[in-house]
Structure formats: structure tokens, C-alpha cells
């Protein structure tokens, strides 16, 4: 499984970014999709999350009507569309795949697999 996250790039505060997340061959539908992202010096972090359906989304409090996530299944992508951006979400941005079944979003030990990681930065 090959995940390949795009989209970052160089934005002011209040501009916006969509970032995608590709992933190789059929592995892709019928999983749960998650955003995570990594500041210089801090933890790595839930950023957003979407059901192998498409029908549920979930959000960190921070990105919380700013951010919206959506998949579409025939092009093994999902997508994150950041709005209204801040200098606090400069990060490196990461896709992952749920592990079949699990329903815990938030949890990045609960993702098998991962992208290489793309960069935003937020200039204030």
C-alpha cells in the first residue's frame, strides 16, 4: 500500500491549501482515511478523519470549521480542504489507512499505513 500526500505549499494567514492523498491499487475503498500533522519540536497530531463510507467525518477541535475532509473512492484519494489558515498549522501534513474496522479516528497507532508527509507553511 502506497499513500502519496500533495498539495502542501507556501500560504499566508487566512489563505487556503488542498492537500490530497493518493493511494496505490484497490486499497483504498472500504477503509477509514485520516489526516494527522507533525509541528518542528512537537508531537504528531489527529488532524481530521473520514469513514470508508464517506458518511462521517471527524475534526480536531483546532481545524473545526476551517477544515474539510472528503474522499472520492473512484480516484483513490482523499482530500483535506484547510481554510482560513493560521501560522499554528504549519506542519508537515500526513495521510494514513485505518486499520480494517477500528473506529478510533484520533488514534494514530490505530493506521497501518502512511504517506511521506507534506509541508505547510502558514506566514503570518
Known amino acids: 500500500v502506497q499513500l502519496q500526500a500533495s498539495g502542501g505549499g507556501l500560504v499566508q494567514a487566512g489563505g487556503s491549501l488542498r492537500l490530497s492523498c493518493a493511494a496505490s491499487g484497490r486499497t483504498f475503498s472500504g477503509y477509514g482515511m485520516g489526516w494527522f500533522r507533525q509541528a518542528p519540536g512537537k508531537k504528531r497530531e489527529f488532524v481530521s478523519a473520514?469513514?470508508?463510507?464517506?458518511?462521517?467525518?471527524y475534526y480536531a477541535d483546532s481545524v473545526k470549521g476551517r477544515f474539510t475532509i472528503s474522499r472520492d473512492d473512484a480516484k483513490n484519494t482523499v482530500y483535506l480542504q484547510m481554510n482560513s489558515l493560521k501560522s499554528e498549522d504549519t506542519a508537515v501534513y500526513y495521510c494514513a489507512r485505518l486499520i480494517a474496522g477500528s473506529t478510533h479516528y484520533s488514534e494514530a497507532n490505530e493506521y497501518l499505513y502512511w504517506g511521506q508527509g507534506t509541508q505547510v507553511t502558514v506566514s503570518s
Open positions: 473520514i469513514n470508508w463510507r464517506g458518511t462521517s467525518t
